[in-house]
């Protein structure tokens, strides 16, 4: 059973910075595109960025240009580093595993991370 677990949410001010960690029980990410996904109250799930099994990354246009997604692949974790953050990106943040051609399918998912931004 693969298993994701998510770490490094918390509380940060609007302007600083969080780097969320998405870290897979076994070598997934070979055959997985990895996508970050967040959840505000009252509002639908969102997909952020993806990364491809080929290493290819892709961002939502609302974090376009502060949040960046990498992967470590002998640690079969990935990160998202979320920089210049806003209010508007507090949310729940939940990494998947899956396929990414035509839209992402999720196989796998982590619990989700707490991501709060205070103005």
């Known amino acids: 059973q693969v298993q994701l677990v998510e770490s490094g949410g918390g509380l940060v001010q609007a302007g600083g910075s969080l780097r969320l960690s998405c870290a897979a029980s076994?070598?997934?990410?070979?055959?997985?595109?990895m996508g970050w996904f967040r959840q505000a109250p009252g509002k639908q799930r969102e997909l952020v960025a993806v990364i491809t099994s080929g290493g290819r990354t892709r961002y939502a246009d609302s974090v376009k240009g502060r949040f960046t997604l990498s992967g470590d692949y002998a640690k079969n974790t990935v990160y998202l580093q979320m920089n210049s953050l806003k209010p508007e990106d507090t949310a729940v943040y939940s990494c998947?595993?899956?396929?990414?051609?035509?839209?992402?399918?999720?196989?796998?998912w982590g619990q989700g991370t707490q991501v709060t931004v205070s103005s």
């Open positions: 998947a595993a899956g396929d990414n051609r035509g839209g992402f399918v999720a196989r796998y």
């Open positions: 076994g070598s997934i990410f070979r055959f997985n595109d």
